[in-house]
């Protein structure tokens, strides 16, 4: 039907033509001759492909002439090739309207008619913006997606193609019907990029998304991980982002590894005033000067300047001191020993008051076993109670004995930490069971 209709415009145009130069028409003839320069000028842009400037000179002619049938019919012709179909339905309406006859008119009815059907085409591109073509790019861009258009079409089967820079062209399909408007969905798929990698060593391992390199693929759209590494030097990690087909070029170089050996192995290290972390027992130092600081609980921090100019096997090996712990007097009051010592007088006073008690009553114990039987050497008939009674006296008698032992052993404690409270000494006080009970001390100054 399109080819139809620009049959019947090359017709409706050169039927035009030669009715203008075939018979005089009634303008002067200085506006005759300006309409007729216009239209040969306006005839041979549009032969060029130049619509733009076909149509400026069209409109020149026709501002001297309104009614030149031969611009009329040029101007609906030139219009219809750049897709203004309501523009060139308009200008062959003009066309009739100034009194077109003969076989030109029902040609120019038949455009009119034809025109009229025209339907809108409503394309969407999220990923836009496109340009839109129809049938051929030959044609020219039908119009730009950003993200949609809406364009008017002439019923029919198309063939729509989309296009971006760094996109994959897509290609599809819509049928136009009259009256009714159609919709197409278009998605663009992005072009993958080429990956250049340049490592320094140039026998480092290169991966990318932890896949060997290859630098014949190219990598698709999106965020990828890069790492090179090399045994002896630090590893590089680099983050890239591929758009659109750009290429992309990377040029890394390890900084070899200074091998670190600090104790404790739990150290924080700090580079120039940085948290560091070792990589395989090493660091990557970079070029100059540097301060190196470690530090671990316990111990006391050590720092290390590094010089710029270092020898090929430069390495750092060292021990952090700990942190010697010395016991203060407290302020204000009794020492810490002078308590003890307290504490110890307390235990000394309690053990010899139980000592007496003990003592005083192994000593009746005893006393109410003789008079049961007061010669040993005379039969009793109360030996086994005397005998109960002289046991448990005899074992009062024991636990009073400790008892005055460790009060002697307290007291003795208590007088060493006493004396010695405003030093600093160390003192330990334990227990003594044995031939000889009481308390063991031991004073450190």
Same mark, same amino acid.
């Given at each position: 039907?399109?080819?139809?209709?620009?049959?019947?415009? !090359?017709?409706?145009?050169?039927?035009?033509?030669?009715?203008?130069?075939?018979?005089?028409?009634? /303008?002067?003839? $200085?506006?005759?001759?300006?309409?007729?320069?216009?239209?040969?000028?306006? @005839?041979?842009?549009?032969?060029?492909?130049? #619509?733009?400037?076909?149509?400026?000179?069209?409109?020149?002619?026709?501002?001297?002439?309104? &009614?030149?049938?031969?611009?009329?019919?040029? &101007?609906?012709?030139?219009? +219809? @090739?750049?897709?203004?179909? !309501?523009?060139?339905?308009?200008?062959?309406?003009? #066309?009739?309207?100034?009194? %077109?006859?003969?076989?030109?008119?029902?040609?120019? @009815? &038949?455009?009119?008619?034809?025109?009229?059907?025209?339907?809108?085409?409503?394309?969407?591109?999220?990923?836009? =913006?496109?340009?839109? #073509?129809?049938?051929?790019?030959?044609?020219?861009?039908?119009?730009?997606?950003?993200?949609?258009?809406?364009?008017?079409?002439?019923?029919?089967?198309?063939?729509?193609?989309?296009?971006?820079?760094?996109? @994959?062209?897509?290609?599809?399909?819509?049928?136009?019907?009259?009256?009714?408007?159609?919709?197409?969905? !278009?998605?663009?798929?992005?072009?993958?990029? /080429?990956? $250049?990698?340049?490592?320094? =060593?140039?026998?480092?391992?290169? $991966?990318?998304?932890?896949?060997?390199?290859?630098?014949?693929?190219?990598?698709?759209?999106?965020?990828?991980?890069?790492? %090179?590494?090399?045994?002896?030097?630090?590893? %590089?990690?680099?983050?890239?982002?591929?758009?659109?087909?750009?290429?992309?070029?990377?040029?890394?170089?390890? /900084?070899?590894? %200074?091998?670190?050996?600090?104790?404790?192995?739990?150290?924080?290290?700090?580079?120039?005033?940085?948290?560091?972390?070792?990589?395989?027992?090493?660091?990557?130092?970079?070029?100059?000067?540097?301060?190196?600081?470690?530090?671990?609980?316990?111990?006391?921090?050590?720092?290390?300047?590094? =010089?710029?100019?270092?020898?090929?096997?430069f390495a750092i090996a060292f021990a952090l001191d700990r942190v010697a712990v010395v016991v203060r007097p407290e302020a204000g009051g009794w020492s810490t020993r002078r308590k003890v010592a307290l504490a110890a007088g307390g235990v000394s006073v309690v053990a010899l008051a139980g000592g007496i008690a003990f003592g005083v009553h192994s000593q009746h114990l005893a006393n109410d076993a003789l008079a049961l039987c007061p010669s040993p050497s005379t039969p009793c008939a109360m030996a086994a109670e005397a005998n109960d009674l002289s046991h448990r006296g005899r074992s009062s008698a024991l636990i009073a004995d400790v008892a005055y032992g460790a009060a002697g052993g307290a007291a003795i404690a208590a007088a060493v930490l006493w004396l010695t409270g405003a030093q600093e000494s160390r003192v330990a006080v334990t227990p003594?069971?044995?031939?000889?009970?009481?308390?063991?001390?031991?004073?450190? +100054?």
């Amino acid at each position: 039907m399109r080819g139809l209709l620009s049959v019947w415009i !090359v017709g409706v145009s050169a039927a035009a033509t030669s009715a203008a130069f075939g018979a005089p028409g009634p /303008a002067p003839v $200085t506006a005759a001759a300006t309409a007729a320069a216009s239209y040969q000028k306006a @005839e041979k842009l549009d032969l060029d492909g130049d #619509y733009e400037h076909a149509l400026a000179a069209i409109e020149d002619g026709l501002a001297r002439a309104p &009614k030149d049938l031969p611009l009329l019919g040029l &101007k609906g012709k030139v219009l +219809f @090739e750049v897709r203004d179909y !309501v523009g060139s339905r308009a200008a062959y309406q003009a #066309y009739l309207d100034a009194g %077109v006859s003969g076989g030109k008119r029902r040609s120019a @009815e &038949k455009s009119v008619a034809l025109l009229s059907t025209v339907t809108f085409l409503d394309i969407e591109l999220p990923s836009g =913006p496109a340009a839109i #073509y129809l049938d051929s790019k030959s044609q020219g861009v039908l119009c730009t997606a950003a993200p949609t258009c809406h364009k008017l079409v002439l019923p029919g089967r198309y063939k729509v193609i989309a296009e971006r820079s760094g996109f @994959e062209r897509w290609t599809g399909s819509v049928t136009i019907t009259q009256g009714t408007p159609a919709k197409l969905a !278009v998605a663009l798929v992005e072009k993958p990029s /080429a990956l $250049t990698v340049r490592a320094t =060593p140039p026998e480092a391992k290169v $991966t990318i998304d932890d896949a060997a390199y290859d630098p014949a693929a190219k990598v698709a759209p999106g965020s990828h991980q890069v790492t %090179v590494a090399q045994p002896g030097h630090s590893t %590089v990690r680099r983050q890239i982002v591929a758009h659109e087909g750009q290429p992309i070029d990377l040029d890394v170089s390890l /900084a070899p590894l %200074v091998a670190v050996r600090i104790a404790p192995a739990s150290a924080r290290v700090l580079l120039d005033g940085a948290p560091l972390v070792l990589e395989d027992g090493g660091l990557a130092l970079p070029p100059g000067k540097h301060v190196l600081v470690a530090r671990a609980p316990g111990f006391v921090d050590r720092t290390l300047e590094i =010089p710029a100019d270092r020898p090929a096997d430069f390495a750092i090996a060292f021990a952090l001191d700990r942190v010697a712990v010395v016991v203060r007097p407290e302020a204000g009051g009794w020492s810490t020993r002078r308590k003890v010592a307290l504490a110890a007088g307390g235990v000394s006073v309690v053990a010899l008051a139980g000592g007496i008690a003990f003592g005083v009553h192994s000593q009746h114990l005893a006393n109410d076993a003789l008079a049961l039987c007061p010669s040993p050497s005379t039969p009793c008939a109360m030996a086994a109670e005397a005998n109960d009674l002289s046991h448990r006296g005899r074992s009062s008698a024991l636990i009073a004995d400790v008892a005055y032992g460790a009060a002697g052993g307290a007291a003795i404690a208590a007088a060493v930490l006493w004396l010695t409270g405003a030093q600093e000494s160390r003192v330990a006080v334990t227990p003594k069971v044995g031939p000889v009970v009481g308390l063991n001390v031991a004073v450190g +100054f």
